[in-house]
């Protein structure tokens, strides 16, 4: 038998935001090899199917990309539908790549089904659009981790270049991320936001400047967490900074 892997976007959490097509696809699922954060109501989709944790969290155990190649090209010679089911948008910063080659390699069919980046969901929760007419109009998604042996990129320049810029698995490094960027020219007082748990009921917005980086990342409690850039957060940061006016508390008495 040969079977399709299907390489689904699992969205940042939030199983209502998963896209209609992943909802059929998991539905008539034989095998479901999925990331660490994949929320267990979007599993439960899955209902006939066998659940595999290959998950990856930076700094923790993970299973090792060859063997879950590996994994993925045998399950697709004893089953019809295969699924790799992985967090946010598949084809960012998720390693499809390397799944597409092998599958490819090996003569296995496949198709990729898109998914809600964690990008979007944070900009849905800061209700800061990423783009902005006037104000922005080039947006970049980067990261400052570089794979063991994989040689660095240079994630500053672009976040330099970039009228907003949102990096992905950056908040761990947020000294070194601020440190370098200003170092490098960038205004200290740039407005920034952190948005933890995207989509989830454990989400958390925090907006500050970019000497508050570090002091900012070390107040999220170690869920997944993206950094954003960029002049499109100042007005939510100076809202947020500025004092309670007479009709904001008596809007918060009225509320009580
Ligand atoms: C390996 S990358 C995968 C990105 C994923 N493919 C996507 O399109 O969102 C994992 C990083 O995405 C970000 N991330 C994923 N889910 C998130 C969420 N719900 N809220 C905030 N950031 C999230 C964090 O920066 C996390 O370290």
Redesign the pocket.
Known sequence: MSGRVYLIGAG??APDLLTLRAVGILRRADVVFHDA?VHTETLALAAGAEKIPVGKRSGRRSTAQKFINKRLIDAARRHAVVVRL?????M???RAQEEIDALRRAGVDFEIVPGV??AS??AAELGVSLTRRGLSRHVVFVTPRAAEGERGNDWATSVLAADTAVL??GAGLADAISTELIGRGKPADTPIAL??????PGRRVLFGTLTELPALAQATKGG???VLFGEVLRSALELQHRPASAEDIEDLLKRA
């Open positions: 940042p959490g954060l992985k967090g946010g948008d598949p960012l910063f998720g980046t964690a969901a944070a992905y698995m948005v933890e748990n995207a989509s989830l997944p967490t993206l």
